[in-house]
């Protein structure tokens, strides 16, 4: 992969195309295309971004309204950061120019990124073969027929394969767009632009909750929502399924239901991965010890702490810290996403 320059800003090609959606594109203009005032104290050089496309005709965009590229394919070829934000047709050939780009700039040792379908621009041009990837979850079967080299996992929100990274469905590129972030810069600039955006910085849990879930009647979705608020308030003490049925005034297997329906999970299992969530942060600004930390978010011990955090997090609390509370943005990867052995 190349390295920083610190003479310039890194510079970040996203690809638009004819009859693209404006949302994918939109993120990633939102993320690396506006100035970040907020961050001139931190003394942050902000990206460089060009929008590219194959043509300097005006694009359409789903809405109803065109738009027009600056840049070329060459551009996008000569980037550090590449994004694919989708294709016009998940079932259809891409287009020659676009795979000859993406293979020039791969080779460079640029970042290639995907956004949900763009991920079969990547498999097109060869660059997902023998990787780990996902997609939206709609179009994981499909990547996997037309693609067979590529390993795609289609239960995580993004895939961080080192020099290649892949992401679940439109919205799941935010939480990719920030951990691009948060890998170049750390977890405090990372966290910064997350706030700014009125967004988490990495979400629980993969997209597997959202996969043609049935709508749970609203008093169902009440009960559990008062349920789990209560759950974050007591994070510390010891938390049953009988407690969480009982703030949902509702029996056990009842709530058990209505909680799977609406998060994809069990009630201890979503405890859990809070517990290990509300302990990053202070894995990442404390000198707290390890086994305060996991008293403090309600595992009954270190050893407990420790096992949950490294299957949840794919990494110890103690090299989780290492690698984010001096900012240096290396290593380890939030829980929804999925790492290779290599990368």
């Not at 049953?240 to 239901?257: E, G, N, P, Y």
């Amino acid at each position: 992969m190349l390295l920083p320059d610190p003479a310039r800003p890194h510079r970040v090609a996203a690809l638009a195309f004819d009859g693209m959606a404006p949302f994918e594109l939109g993120c990633v203009v939102e993320l690396f295309g506006l100035p970040r005032p907020e961050l001139a104290e931190l003394g942050v050089p902000w990206y460089d971004l060009r929008v590219c496309a194959a043509s300097p005709e005006p694009l359409r965009v789903v809405g109803g309204f065109t738009m027009s590229a600056e840049h070329g394919l060459d551009v996008l070829a000569e980037a550090d950061t590449v994004i694919v934000p989708g294709v016009a047709d998940v079932r259809g050939p891409v287009p020659d120019p676009l795979v000859a780009a993406l293979r020039r700039a791969h080779g460079r040792g640029a970042r290639m990124v995907s956004i949900c379908s763009g991920a079969f621009a990547l498999a097109a041009a060869g660059l997902l073969d023998g990787r780990p990837a996902t997609t939206h979850w709609r179009y994981a079967a499909l990547l996997q027929e037309r693609f067979p080299a590529v390993r795609v996992n289609p239960s995580v929100l993004y895939v961080d394969d080192g020099d290649v990274l892949t992401s679940a469905g439109s919205a799941a590129g935010l939480d990719l767009l920030i951990h691009l972030v948060r890998t170049d810069h750390g977890p405090r600039v990372a966290n910064t632009v997350a706030r700014r955006l009125v967004v988490p910085p990495h979400r629980e849990g993969g997209q597997a909750q959202f996969i043609e879930a049935a709508v749970t009647p609203a008093g169902g979705d009440d009960a559990v929502a008062r349920a789990m608020a209560w759950a974050l308030e007591h994070l510390a003490r010891p938390i049953t399924v009988a407690d969480l049925a009982h703030v949902a005034t509702m029996s056990q297997r009842s709530f058990i239901r209505h909680f799977h329906r609406r998060t994809g999970t069990s009630p201890l299992r979503w405890v859990i991965a809070q517990r290990v969530a509300a302990s990053l942060p202070m894995l990442e600004s404390t000198g707290a010890p390890v086994e305060e930390i996991g008293a403090a978010v309600g595992f009954e011990s270190a050893v407990t702490f420790r096992r949950h955090f490294t299957r949840a997090m794919r990494t110890s609390p103690s090299a989780y810290r290492r690698a984010f509370a001096g900012g240096s943005g290396q290593g380890s990867r939030p829980a929804t996403s999925a790492r290779s052995p290599r990368s």
